[in-house]
């Protein structure tokens, strides 16, 4: 699938944004000075990272920093595969920030790799029942989604966690889930009356699950 994230800004020096990163002195390099290098994709809520050059099996870290380089965003291990390869790592859990940030990666044999990307506003799930109605449906609208991607909705008891309905949806051009805004998904209660919990899990090249919690339904 093609991936449809905007492209980013240039805002930053690597070793400012390094140096930020690990906390500690880092020796200035240039972004793809050595070997290593990423490629960064910043969508709704989260980064996709893809990179090569580390050694196979290397621990890499990777942090994203806001363009100042004065504060770590989100931080992940991952470890490369045997051809020195990473394949599609997520950032996300941004605390709300967005905006333009630098993605830097630290692993063997150096130096520091990065790439400059743009985060926007994460994934909002809305859930409704018309208590005291008791229609036995959720009312399901979802948006900041990425264009293309297929949700998959999940209803489920608040006290159990058994699912009560599940369905799948395709996001539109306009980042909105159901196709057609204002339309709605409707999952059925089942028969079940009290809390409830809907997830959204956003597939390939998303990576994100999001949800909304209703104190009761019917």
């Known amino acids: 699938m093609k991936l449809s994230w905007r492209r980013p800004r240039f805002l930053l020096s690597a070793a400012v944004a390094a140096g930020a ?6 020796a ?3 972004a793809y000075a050595g070997p290593t290098h990423i490629s960064a994709f910043g969508g709704p809520g989260e980064i996709l ?3 090569g050059g580390f050694n196979g099996g290397a ?13 770590v965003l989100s931080k992940l291990y991952v470890t490369a595969d045997s051809g020195g390869y990473i394949n599609d790592a997520y950032l996300n859990n941004f605390h709300g920030y967005t905006g333009d940030v630098w993605v830097a990666a630290d692993g063997a044999p150096g130096p520091t790799a990065g790439a400059y990307t743009h985060v926007y506003p994460a994934p909002t799930l809305d859930a409704s029942n018309p208590a ?6 959720v009312t399901v ?7 293309g991607d297929t949700v998959r909705l999940t209803l489920l008891r608040a006290d159990t966690w058994a699912v009560l309905a599940q369905t799948t949806t395709t996001v539109d051009s306009s980042t909105d889930i159901p196709p057609g ?4 998904v409707q999952l059925p209660l089942s028969g ?6 809907v997830f959204a899990d956003e597939s390939y090249p998303g990576n994100l699950t999001t949800g909304a919690y209703l104190s009761q339904a019917c």
Request: with cysteine.
């Open 21 to 26: 990163l690990a906390g500690l002195a880092v």
């Open 28 to 30: 200035a390099a240039p």
């Open 49 to 51: 990272i893809t990179g």
């Open 59 to 71: 621990t890499v870290r990777l942090g994203a920093l806001t363009p100042d380089g004065s504060k």
């Open 132 to 137: 005291p109605y008791c229609n036995g449906v």
């Open 141 to 147: 609208f979802g948006y900041n989604f990425q264009p």
């Open 181 to 184: 805004y204002p339309n709605t």
């Open 192 to 197: 079940y009356s009290g809390p409830v919990q």
